[in-house]
C-alpha cells in the first residue's frame, strides 16, 4: 500500500542554518505531496504541496522540489527561525478521486537561538 | 470565520466511560475526518465522512463510533474507553473544490486512566 517515510528527528539547529528534512514516498501512479506543519499545542496546516513531477511548492522561505525518478519529495529552508520550531509531516494522496491522505511519522525541528 | 473547532479540549475519563467528542466546521466542507495521533506514529485516520449522512472506517476504526447527521458536524464516539485510547484527536475537514487541503482544528487530548 502507499508509504511515506521521514527522517527521525529531532533535527536540531542554530537559528540562520540551512534545514533539510527527507521524505520518500510508494505509491502508485502519480500521487500529490504535501507538508503539513504542527506548531505547539495546535493542529495541522498546510505548508506546501505539489500535484506533479518536478513541481517545486514553495511557502514562507521552505520549498519541496516533486523528484519522481527518486520518490522523494524533501522540505528544505535557507535560513530558519526560532518560530520554525513545530513538527512537519510529509503526506501523499493518490490522484483518482476522493483518497485519503497518508502521513509520514513527523519531524521535529528545534531551532535555537 | 472560526475554521473547524473541537470540543472539548481536554478530558480524563475512567476505563469503561464513555464520551463523544464534537467536531464543527463552519466552511460548509463536504468531507471530515478523525485522526488520532500517537507519538513515533504520526496521524491515522479513524473514520471519514464524504457527506452529511455519511460515514466510512479509515486505518482504526476498532472501539470508536461516529455520526454525521448535520454537514457541519462530525461527531466522535468512545463507547467503552481503554487505555489504549489514550491520545490526542485531531478533527479535519476539506472541500471537493480542492481535495487536496485538509483544514485541521486544535485537538483534543484524552486520557483514559
Known amino acids: 500500500g502507499d508509504s511515506v517515510t521521514q527522517m527521525e528527528g529531532p533535527v536540531t539547529l542554530s537559528e540562520e542554518a540551512f534545514l533539510t528534512i527527507n521524505c520518500t514516498y510508494t505509491a502508485t501512479g502519480y500521487p500529490s505531496l504535501f507538508w503539513y506543519v504542527q506548531y505547539p499545542g495546535e493542529g495541522l496546516q498546510l505548508l506546501l504541496k505539489a500535484t506533479k513531477a518536478d513541481d517545486k511548492g514553495s511557502n514562507k522561505g521552505f520549498e519541496a522540489t516533486y523528484r519522481k525518478e527518486t520518490t522523494s519529495f524533501h522540505l528544505e529552508k535557507g535560513s530558519v527561525q526560532v518560530s520554525d520550531s513545530a513538527v512537519y509531516f510529509c503526506a501523499l494522496k493518490r490522484d483518482t478521486g476522493f483518497q485519503k491522505l497518508v502521513f509520514g511519522t513527523g519531524t521535529r525541528l528545534l531551532v535555537s537561538p | 470565520n472560526a475554521g473547524v473547532t473541537q470540543t472539548p479540549k481536554f478530558r480524563v475519563l475512567k476505563t469503561g466511560q464513555s464520551m463523544t467528542l464534537l467536531c464543527a466546521q463552519d466552511m460548509n466542507h463536504e468531507y471530515m475526518y478523525w485522526y488520532r495521533q500517537d507519538p513515533g506514529m504520526g496521524l491515522r485516520l479513524i473514520h471519514y465522512?464524504?457527506?452529511?449522512?455519511?460515514?466510512a472506517k479509515g486505518e482504526v476504526p476498532d472501539g470508536y463510533n461516529v455520526s454525521r447527521l448535520k454537514k457541519q458536524n462530525f461527531l466522535l464516539g468512545l463507547e467503552s474507553a481503554a487505555p489504549s485510547q489514550t491520545s490526542v484527536y485531531f478533527c479535519?475537514?476539506?472541500?471537493?473544490?480542492?481535495?487536496?487541503?485538509?483544514?485541521f482544528g486544535p485537538g483534543t487530548r484524552l486520557t483514559v486512566t
Open positions: 465522512s464524504v457527506g452529511e449522512g455519511t460515514t
Open positions: 479535519a475537514s476539506s472541500s471537493n473544490r480542492d481535495l487536496y487541503e485538509q483544514y
